[in-house]
């Protein structure tokens, strides 16, 4: 699929079909995190995927009940150890957060192109999700996607005009 047109098409999906994902799908879209960008290369990802119904179900729980995480046939949890990953990103932070939400972004994309539907999810309890899934520290968890078939198209949730977000050579 061209680029530009799953980059339209890309939407959060918030109902899903039970259909499982078949693996070659699931790991051509795993193979689109583990080729993503990082500061300096760290790759200090973990990319979780969970099948059992009981694990999808306490994700619920831990996302604010957000239910139809527990739709698809997988949620997917990106991780990101920020001991190991770049120390000095722009001199202010570490990189752990961008080089996971740039992996799950990724992700989300070559989804696209398998014919299946994510939703990032935020809002989240660090520390549930942590039990749930035996994330350990230094571990720092970036966000969740369900990733199955989904149920419906989305919802075209409009964005601003290029010209309010563009400032040529300068701010
Ligand atoms: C950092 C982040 C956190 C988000 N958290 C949630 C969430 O917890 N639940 C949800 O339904 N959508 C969540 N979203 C999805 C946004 O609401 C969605 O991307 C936005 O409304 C634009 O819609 P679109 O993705 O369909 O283009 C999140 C998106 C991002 C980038």
């Known amino acids: 699929m061209e680029f530009y047109r799953v980059v339209q098409e890309r939407r959060s999906i918030r109902s899903y079909l039970p259909t499982k994902v078949a693996d070659d799908k699931l790991v051509r879209v795993l193979t689109a995190g583990q080729l993503a960008p990082s500061g300096k290369n760290a790759q ?9 119904a009981e694990l999808k179900a306490a994700l619920v729980g831990a996302c604010k009940g957000q239910k139809f995480i527990a739709e698809a ?18 001199a202010y932070m570490t990189s752990f957060a961008v080089d ?3 992996a799950m972004q990724q992700m ?11 939703c990032w999810i935020g809002a989240f309890s660090e520390e549930g999700v942590r039990e749930i899934l ?28 290029l010209a309010q977000l563009i400032k040529w050579e300068k701010w």
């Open 44 to 52: 200090a990802w973990k990319f979780i995927v969970s099948r059992e």
């Open 73 to 90: 046939d997988i949620v997917l949890t990106v991780c990101v150890d920020q001991t190991a990953c770049y120390q000095d990103h722009g």
């Open 100 to 102: 996971g939400a740039i």
């Open 108 to 118: 989300m994309l070559a989804a696209v192109v398998e014919g299946l539907g994510t």
């Open 134 to 161: 035996n994330v350990p520290e230094p571990y720092r968890i970036i966000g969740l996607t369900p990733l199955g078939y989904p149920a419906n198209a989305g919802k075209d949730r409009g964005r601003k005009e």
